[in-house]
């Protein structure tokens, strides 16, 4: 088990059915070559470069999918079923998805490389809607452990949302994560899978770039049953409303302030001695899920709102 000095008690890496397969295998030292596995890798990385770049964005317009709901945004699902005109979206964001889904796609290459029985990756599977309506859905594979059978989840993310989950035992459900893990195994048992447990596997890509982990997640019915409701908003002649709300921007300055107007706020050590204090800048910052958003502007969401680089992040701005 490794850990990392920086971050007292945190443990890097956590196993699992899938983490210690794949850890194992790669610190052996001899691996021999497995031509059908690399072959769909390849196949696997083709269609993922299509699909993230050459594939037209307006052509999903009138489509459905398990996604378009997981996440907790309905008018970003109403937006994209219209075909609505959509942001343009920046070099660097479009090359972060891409890259993600290639690690995640490596992942699981490796996973399978490694032994483990994994099938059925982007199986056609469906859950029915409350309309009568069958809505695909395509998981990342069926992992068979012989007493049990799990829907797998394979997920990249940045070091710090990597160490929160570690922390807090597994995934939340900001990006809907959790919400996708249940409805898949909702689609998995409309198939006729006694499936109870999502295997959740996440690997960092950030300063903690390689390091693993691993959460058994429980089929949750309310995660279901908002994805229904979301699906049912989208289906309503109102707009959805936006669910988030800006956050007001601060700025930090060193050492004490000469008085305090009311506006400030403080930051102490453990000992309560004051090293430094926020001031409210009069603007405000969009939450992060709008600003991966496609509709951010065009959606009338946040007309005003303007990129800015904050130590080394893009964020935005309103």
């Given at each position: 088990?490794?850990?990392?000095?920086?971050?007292?008690?945190?443990?890097?890496?956590?196993?699992?059915?899938?983490?210690?397969?794949?850890?194992?295998?790669?610190?052996?030292?001899?691996?021999?070559?497995?031509?059908?596995?690399?072959?769909?890798?390849?196949?696997?990385?083709?269609?993922?470069?299509?699909?993230?770049?050459?594939?037209?964005?307006?052509?999903?317009?009138?489509?459905?999918?398990?996604?378009?709901?997981?996440?907790?945004?309905?008018?970003?699902?109403?937006?994209?079923?219209?075909?609505?005109?959509?942001?343009?979206?920046?070099?660097r964001t479009l090359l972060k998805?891409?890259?993600?889904?290639?690690?995640?796609?490596?992942?699981?290459?490796?996973?399978?490389?490694?032994?483990?029985?994994?099938?059925?990756?982007?199986?056609?599977?469906?859950?029915?809607?409350?309309?009568?309506?069958?809505?695909?859905?395509?998981?990342?594979?069926?992992?068979?452990?012989?007493?049990?059978?799990?829907?797998?989840?394979?997920?990249?993310?940045?070091?710090?949302?990597?160490?929160?989950?570690?922390?807090?035992?597994?995934?939340?459900?900001?990006?809907?994560?959790?919400?996708?893990?249940s409805v898949e195994i909702q689609?998995?048992?409309?198939?006729?899978?006694?499936?109870?447990?999502?295997?959740?596997?996440?690997?960092?890509?950030?300063?903690?770039?390689?390091?693993?982990?691993?959460?058994?997640?429980?089929?949750?019915?309310?995660?279901?049953?908002a994805w229904h409701e979301r699906?049912?908003?989208?289906?309503?002649?109102?707009?959805?409303?936006?669910?988030?709300?800006?956050?007001?921007?601060?700025?930090?300055?060193?050492?004490?302030?000469?008085?305090?107007?009311?506006?400030?706020?403080?930051?102490?050590?453990?000992?309560?001695?004051?090293?430094?204090?926020?001031?409210?800048?009069?603007?405000?910052?969009?939450?992060?899920?709008?600003?991966?958003?496609?509709?951010?502007?065009?959606?009338?969401?946040?007309?005003?709102?303007?990129?800015?680089?904050?130590?080394?992040?893009?964020?935005?701005?309103?």
């Amino acid at each position: 088990m490794k850990f990392d000095s920086r971050v007292p008690e945190l443990r890097v890496d956590t196993d699992g059915f899938v983490a210690t397969a794949i850890r194992a295998y790669l610190e052996q030292p001899h691996k021999a070559l497995h031509q059908v596995i690399l072959a769909e890798m390849t196949q696997a990385f083709r269609r993922t470069v299509v699909r993230q770049l050459m594939q037209g964005r307006e052509d999903r317009a009138g489509y459905e999918s398990t996604t378009l709901y997981s996440g907790p945004c309905a008018r970003k699902a109403r937006l994209t079923f219209d075909g609505c005109e959509r942001d343009q979206l920046q070099a660097r964001t479009l090359l972060k998805f891409l890259l993600g889904d290639i690690v995640e796609l490596s992942v699981l290459g490796i996973a399978k490389l490694a032994g483990k029985q994994i099938g059925a990756n982007n199986i056609d599977l469906t859950i029915m809607g409350r309309d009568g309506v069958a809505v695909p859905v395509h998981p990342d594979g069926l992992l068979d452990e012989g007493a049990a059978q799990y829907n797998l989840e394979i997920k990249s993310c940045d070091s710090r949302t990597f160490d929160r989950w570690v922390a807090e035992g597994g995934p939340n459900d900001d990006w809907g994560y959790r919400t996708q893990a249940s409805v898949e195994i909702q689609a998995w048992r409309e198939a006729g899978y006694a499936i109870n447990d999502t295997c959740f596997v996440a690997v960092s890509t950030g300063s903690r770039q390689g390091s693993i982990g691993e959460w058994i997640v429980p089929f949750e019915p309310k995660k279901v049953e908002a994805w229904h409701e979301r699906r049912a908003q989208r289906q309503r002649v109102a707009i959805p409303m936006v669910p988030f709300r800006s956050v007001p921007e601060t700025k930090f300055s060193r050492g004490k302030p000469r008085f305090d107007d009311g506006t400030r706020t403080v930051r102490a050590d453990k000992n309560g001695k004051v090293y430094g204090y926020e001031t409210l800048t009069g603007r405000a910052q969009l939450p992060v899920q709008c600003g991966y958003c496609d509709y951010k502007i065009t959606g009338g969401c946040w007309p005003n709102a303007g990129m800015e680089m904050k130590d080394g992040t893009p964020v935005w701005i309103t």
